[in-house]
């Protein structure tokens, strides 16, 4: 008895490790998008204008952004937010300080450069998204706001995400937050890298996490990441 529950313990702690984990690489991503310097992703150019009109920091508003978002999802479905879309709201905003402050993450000088940075971001974003998806503890506020939408209107989830975004990337625009190529190359790709990197990640969870945890493939069910 006592061995299953250590086993169910030592299970249950490698599925939050993996999320972390998922969360740290996507907010790599979201970094390296950052310091590219070439734009954005919609809700971090959206970020960055808060940040560059009130200060604060970038993490900080990424954080205070997923609060009102919960909320806002928590009282259209009358239910409280999972434990799993909080830390995404909390962790997700703390690791992108605490990677903006390495000293070796800098702008390149050259315009290619940038933008082989800009290339490697998304693909970092689009594993760390299969990643912390693929542990299964619940989605993150932008996409539980998303599901919530999609539930109480009838639309389809490509609209209605693709309607927050446009939202979002237009106060971000109004805010001076950096919309540029990368921001369009972003949207673009995002999509398809996900499709890609969620079976590869779902795959390695499966050899780490106790079969109990995986149900049926994610990669049905998800067509983009956060």
């Known amino acids: ?3 299953g529950k250590r086993n ?7 599925k939050w490790l993996v999320f972390m984990i998922g969360l740290l690489v996507m907010s790599f991503g979201i970094v390296l998008m950052i310091k590219a310097d070439v734009g954005s992703a919609p809700w971090d150019v959206f970020h960055i204008g808060l940040y560059k009109q009130f200060g604060l920091s970038i993490g900080t508003w990424s954080i205070i952004a997923g609060f009102f978002i919960l909320l806002i999802a928590s009282l259209l479905s009358k239910a409280w937010p999972k434990l799993g879309a909080f830390l995404n709201m909390l962790l997700v905003g703390i690791f992108i300080d605490l990677i903006m402050l ?3 993450l800098k702008t390149p000088n050259s315009l ?3 933008y082989l940075m800009l290339v490697i971001g998304i693909l970092v974003i689009g594993y760390g998204i299969g990643l912390y998806i693929s542990a299964r503890c619940g989605a993150g506020p932008r996409d539980s706001l998303m599901l919530v939408l999609t539930q ?3 639309w ?3 609209y209605i995400r693709g309607a927050i975004e446009v939202v979002v990337l237009t106060l971000g625009f109004l805010l001076d937050g950096p919309v540029f190529v990368g921001t369009i190359v972003f949207c673009i790709t995002i999509g398809p890298i996900v499709s890609f990197t969620l079976p590869q990640c779902e795959k390695l969870v499966d050899k780490i996490l106790a079969p109990r945890y995986i149900d049926t493939p994610l990669s049905n069910e998800v067509g983009v990441g956060d």
């Open 112 to 114: 290619l450069e940038q």
């Open 152 to 154: 109480r209107t009838g």
């Open 1 to 3: 008895m006592k061995q």
């Open 102 to 104: 390495l000293p070796f």
């Open 156 to 158: 389809k989830v490509q």
């Open 8 to 14: 169910h313990l030592a299970d249950l702690s490698a």
